[in-house]
């Protein structure tokens, strides 16, 4: 009996094992049943205006290096180093003396040359009606015919060489040949100067407006160019961000690109031109342009933490489909706007994207979606 009695106990905490453990069994089968939950983009598409921010920098809109057109001594100079000028100013005076004397010179011979002639055509105009006679043979005035030309020949000859005396006097006034900025000078009075020398007296920079040369690949720029042909005019708007990241007030517009992608980049040459009335932009300024590439009807933004990389760099997102069940798609992500990525293809309206809960899930998985509100609100 005593060993029964021993035994009835050992039974019942055998039973109550059991019922307990199938307890706990039960409760982690439901743990392991609980389907997780996972927040999602519902996928919408809207009008959006598109722009590329590419690096630049900036280039004067006209350049003239300023040099003598004649050979002599800098008498002067006439200009405030880095102050606006205008075409016709005059910024160096050469020494004129010598070509003022050429100038004399060539209009004295001028006047003789003048007189030579009217002496040969009054010859021809005596010798007229005497040809013929004892007086004047037809020989002797076939040859007062000629000197006659001669002479003529030889007025228009000076007068050549007077016109070529006077705009050597000219050049000894070095003037500016456009409106704009002048730099520093290199050159003092005393200095001697000759026609055709290498260096530059000065530089002269037109700056309103200004030029704003930026490089992008030639797909991209194949884009551009065809979303600039649907818009029917032919340009893109710019918008210019300075070196500080405040953006410039004027706003350009794209002139021109290159004619030939560079072989080692595969990029090509854009050029924007801005008004600068203030000069606030000066030539070699850094900068980035944020050119408009025009409004695409459907586009699909999704906020950056729904979008995930493989080691390739390939965009991909989880999506939920109409199981309730969670597959991947690879999608093309090309662009960051603010916090979002642009998506060009993989995805659809109506699509449901995971932005919470990526690492409760797989691929396969059955899980409870709810819509992210303020997500959607903001797309």
């Known amino acids: 009996m005593k060993k029964h ?3 009835l106990p050992l039974s019942g905490f055998i039973v109550c094992s059991a019922l307990l453990a199938g307890c706990d069994g039960s409760d982690n ?11 999602v983009f519902v996928v919408k598409s809207a009008p959006l205006a598109v722009t590329t921010e590419l690096p630049g920098r900036t280039d004067a809109f006209r350049v003239a290096e300023v040099r003598p057109q004649v050979s002599g001594i800098i008498l002067r100079r ?8 205008k075409a016709g100013d005059s910024l160096y005076q050469i020494d004129p003396a010598t070509y003022q004397a050429a100038y004399d010179s060539a209009k004295g011979e001028l006047v003789k040359a003048e007189a030579a002639a009217n002496i040969a055509h009054l010859t021809v105009k005596r010798y007229v009606p005497l040809v013929g006679t004892q007086y004047v043979s ?3 005035y076939d040859q007062a015919v000629a000197n006659a030309r001669q002479a003529d020949a030889s007025v228009t000859a000076a007068q050549a060489g007077v016109e ?24 003092t009075e005393g200095a001697l100067v000759t026609n055709g020398q290498a260096s530059a007296l000065a530089t002269v920079q037109q700056l309103d ?20 042909l649907q818009k029917g005019d032919g340009t893109s708007s710019v918008q210019l961000l300075m070196e500080n990241g405040q953006p410039y007030a004027e706003k350009g517009t794209l002139q021109f690109s290159d004619v030939t992608v560079d072989e080692s980049t595969g990029s090509i040459t854009l050029r924007a031109v801005f008004p600068n009335p203030k000069h606030m932009l000066l030539p070699g300024m850094f900068v980035r342009a944020r050119i408009d590439e025009g409004v695409q009807p459907n586009a699909i933004l999704v906020p950056q933490q729904g ?11 989880l999506v939920v489909n109409a199981k309730e069940q969670v597959e991947t798609r690879s999608v093309v992500a090309p662009q960051a706007i603010g916090d979002r990525w642009l998506i060009t293809n993989g995805l659809k309206e109506g699509d449901r994207v ?26």
Request: net charge positive; charged share 15%.
């Open 307 to 317: 979008v995930t990389r493989t080691p390739r760099g390939d965009a991909t997102v």
């Open 354 to 379: 995971i932005i919470s809960g990526l690492q409760k899930v797989h691929p396969g998985a059955t899980v409870v979606a709810t819509p992210d509100s303020a997500a959607t609100k903001a797309s």
């Open 138 to 140: 037809r020989q002797e």
């Open 78 to 85: 006439n200009f405030v180093e880095g102050s606006d000028v």
């Open 164 to 187: 070529t005396a006077r705009i050597n006097l000219a050049y000894t006034k070095v003037s500016s040949p456009i409106n704009g900025r002048i730099g520093k000078s290199s050159v």
């Open 209 to 228: 407006p200004i030029y704003v040369d930026v490089t992008q690949s030639s797909n991209d720029f194949m884009q551009l160019k065809q979303s600039s």
């Open 5 to 7: 009695f021993r035994l």
């Open 29 to 39: 089968a439901q743990q392991g049943a609980q389907v997780p939950q996972v927040t």
